[in-house]
């Protein structure tokens, strides 16, 4: 396993992990409105969900995924974040393989349109959901759930190692 799939991985995983948290909230604790990032649970859900979206349909070149019309459930919002991890994952892997992480590509909602490098754009909208997830953390952490998560790399590569190992 490369570095790459590592910060894939836990990527991926650890927003999942808190995805299937979310789902212990009530509606009225997912719209509460904080003083923190997007202002509620689901507004940073819908954010951090859409954001790996927009990117990963930026950097493929297609339509940008519309945006819903009514406002998702928890659950929407796993099964989007899901299927846009995916497509994310999969570009960036072809990305690393074909070693173009240097090559340009047009961000074309830039106003002016702007060049961007595949592995500046990756590594961005890795770091962008790690930034957060450390806000819903706190966020859940407020609205009472426990035992959450750290959310750091090494643990889930600890956790990943020993899960594997044969």
């Not at 959901?129 to 706190?138: K, S």
Request: contains cysteine.
């Amino acid at each position: 396993m490369d570095l790459l799939d590592r910060l894939l991985g836990h990527d991926e995983w650890t927003t999942a992990l808190l995805l299937d948290r979310c789902s212990e909230l009530s509606e009225a604790q997912i719209d509460q409105t904080f003083d923190i990032d997007h202002g509620s649970v689901r507004a940073l859900l819908i954010h951090l969900t859409r954001n790996v979206e927009v990117w990963t349909d930026l950097m493929n070149e297609v339509p940008v995924r519309p945006r819903p019309d009514v406002p998702p459930t928890v659950a929407d919002l796993k099964q989007r974040y899901a299927v846009a991890y995916g497509d994310f994952s999969s570009l960036a892997r072809a990305v690393a393989d074909s070693q173009r992480e240097n090559e340009l590509w047009i961000d074309r909602l830039d106003n002016p349109p702007k060049s961007k490098t595949y592995g500046g754009a990756i590594l961005h909208v890795i770091t962008h959901n790690m930034h957060h997830r450390a806000h819903l953390l706190l966020m859940l952490s407020r609205l009472g759930l426990t035992d959450l998560p750290e959310g750091d790399l090494l643990g889930w590569d600890t956790h990943f190692s020993r899960n594997s190992a044969g």
